[in-house]
């Protein structure tokens, strides 16, 4: 399984950007979005449920960002509206490995499959 992450950029507060992530194959209970800004721990953003498309958010991403899913495209999306400069960090979009109890899961390290991760750069 191979996730390509994209559309990354350099936006000015208060901007958007769509990110997505497509799979070469999908069987994951779950696709996940997390970030990592420099000297800090990679965290959790959202993630969506990928049967029913069931979403969960971070705190600090809830009502500005939006996670979506494509089944067909095996396309993972997310919407990043009203950009703030502590958003600024590379994005990383996962895949659980599929196995075990279907439930969301908001560890990176319940995740098996990561993309190669997109800079989101949020100037003030």
């Known amino acids: 399984v191979q996730l390509q992450a994209s559309g990354g950029g350099l936006v000015q507060a208060g901007g958007s950007l769509r990110l997505s992530c497509t799979a070469s194959?999908?069987?994951?209970?779950?696709m996940g979005w997390f970030r990592q800004a420099p000297g800090k721990e990679r965290e959790f953003v959202a993630l969506?449920?990928?049967?029913?498309?069931?979403?969960y958010y971070a705190d600090s991403v809830k009502g500005r960002f939006t996670i979506s899913r494509d089944m067909a495209k095996k396309t993972g999306y997310l919407q990043m509206n009203s950009l703030k400069p502590e958003d600024t960090a590379v994005y990383y979009c996962?895949?659980?490995?599929?196995?075990?109890?279907?439930?969301?899961?908001?560890?990176?390290?319940?995740?098996?499959?990561w993309g190669q991760g997109t800079q989101v750069t949020v100037s003030s």
């Open positions: 969506i449920m990928w049967n029913d498309g069931r979403p």
């Open positions: 996962a895949g659980d490995s599929g196995m075990g109890a279907g439930g969301p899961r908001f560890k990176s390290y319940e995740y098996h499959y």
């Open positions: 194959a999908f069987s994951s209970w779950s």
